[in-house]
């Protein structure tokens, strides 16, 4: 049956129509893998509803009784994504993991960790971190994210001040954490800008290496 028409006054339909069955909810999980499965070959703007219809294999009357378009997809897809990276996050920088643990070790377990996140989730991270340039929602996540990340960062670090010789530590910190989060941007929305390259192996180790720099460690 068609919906009724929204009254003067009254709220919008919301883009994204939740799921409250599991059926409905394994069509949407559908539309998802879908997305998330043209993302590998294709950017955000080059792929069509239809294309995202086709390879989930369902119906156009499905898809719009989901999502109002491709960018309501995008949203949900992102959410997904940001929540299996948050969990992996989370486990990673458990303190419990760094008992022990020279600073040395802490810098390089989240270095790994940011750069393989980026790697498993590369194709929607593209896709959000493009499309944060021109949607505040997607800025206003992409930031809550990585601030969650750089604050368990520091405060990792943060546990071994005694040894950070730099004048604020928290700055030197967070200057090292951006600069990671930019360059794997940079890498993942342009690839490498300038004269040489190097691989994911020998980039971690650099990565690691510029933010210890920054700390101006007391040995």
Do not use: W
């Amino acid at each position: 049956m068609a919906s009724k028409s929204v009254a003067a006054g009254q709220a919008r339909p919301a883009p994204v129509r939740r799921a409250r069955q599991a059926r409905s909810q394994e069509t949407v999980n559908r539309f998802l893998d879908a997305t998330e499965e043209l993302l590998r070959d294709k950017l955000f703007h080059e792929i069509g509803v239809m294309e995202i219809i086709e390879r989930s294999g369902r119906t156009v009357g499905s898809f719009y009784a989901r999502f109002s378009d491709k960018y309501a997809v995008l949203r949900l897809l992102r959410e997904r994504t940001e929540e299996r990276a948050r969990a992996e996050l989370e486990r990673v920088t458990e303190a419990e993991n760094f008992v022990g643990a020279a600073i040395e070790d802490i810098v390089a377990a989240v270095v790994g960790a940011m750069l393989t996140a980026y790697q498993d989730m590369g194709p929607v991270y593209r896709a959000t971190a493009a499309q944060a340039c021109v949607d505040e929602e997607f800025r206003a996540h992409r930031r809550e994210m990585f601030h969650l990340a750089a604050t368990r960062y520091a405060e990792l670090l943060l546990e071994h001040r005694d040894r950070i010789g730099a004048a604020d530590p928290q700055r030197a910190i967070d200057l090292g954490f951006s600069l990671l989060i930019g360059i794997a941007d940079q890498r993942l929305l342009f690839g490498p800008l300038g004269v040489t390259d190097v691989d994911e192996k020998h980039l971690a180790d650099e990565l690691v290496g510029l933010a210890l720099h920054l700390l101006e460690l007391r040995y």
